[in-house]
Antibody, heavy 117, light 110 residues
């Protein structure tokens, strides 16, 4: 059974940094692409970033490019999202999801990031 | 900037059939966009329904189906049930490693 467990969310001040983690199990980690998707309070879903399982290729939404960095640790079967220069509009629940045929398949339960002074 | 469009809201009677659509502000949706569909209830993570246009995800009942209708992707629910009342999101692959979600459709079953 595929499981994705996010962690690392919390309250951070504007301009601050946070690193989210997504621990994956039940899959061949290096063969899977991973995404981060976020949802601001009361709003819809928004794609944030994607990485191949071997970490060789990444992509980002324009709204986070240059501020967020996605990475993997194959030894720990974990995907990370390093978030720098955080803004109020980055406040959201962040979900980790696996990719299947350029779509999302399995989802984690999400972790809440709140950017506020 | 490309915008993915969905109906903001829709209603269906119990047992009825409803088709939700997903379009582009400019151009047509095709299988090359790998349209996919997700169901979400308040406070819960999204649930994958359909991927790669028309492939049902594991465990999804066959009353959910995906297709291309004209220039839009479509999600059809036949025999609607009360617990189908949810938000439904589509997402399109735009190429170059970029995905864009639609704004979501709030479906009422009444």
């Amino acid at each position: 059974e595929v499981q994705l467990v996010e962690s690392g969310g919390g309250l951070v001040q504007p301009g601050g940094s946070l690193r989210l983690s997504c621990a994956a199990s039940g899959l061949t980690f290096s063969s899977v692409w991973f995404h981060w998707v976020r949802q601001a309070p009361g709003k819809g879903l928004a794609w944030v970033s994607r990485i191949t399982g071997d970490g060789s290729s990444t992509s980002y939404a324009d709204s986070v490019k240059g501020r967020f960095t996605i990475s993997t640790d194959n030894a720990k079967n974990t995907v990370y999202l390093q978030m720098n220069s955080l803004r109020a509009e980055d406040t959201a629940v962040y979900y980790c999801a696996t990719d299947g045929s350029y779509s999302y398949t399995f989802w984690g339960q999400g972790t809440l990031v709140t950017v506020s002074s | 900037q490309t915008v993915v469009t969905q109906e903001p809201s829709f209603s269906v009677s119990p047992g009825g059939t409803v088709t939700l659509t997903c379009g582009l502000s400019s151009g047509s949706v095709s299988t090359n966009n790998f349209p996919s569909w997700y169901q979400q209830t308040p406070g819960q993570a999204p649930r994958t329904l359909i991927y790669s246009t028309n492939t049902r995800f594991s465990g999804v009942p066959d009353r959910f189906s995906g297709s291309i209708l004209g220039n839009r992707a479509a999600l059809t629910i036949t025999g609607a049930q009360a617990d189908d009342e949810s938000d439904y999101y589509c997402v399109l692959y735009m190429g170059s490693g970029i995905w864009v979600f639609g704004g979501g459709t709030k479906l009422a079953v009444l």
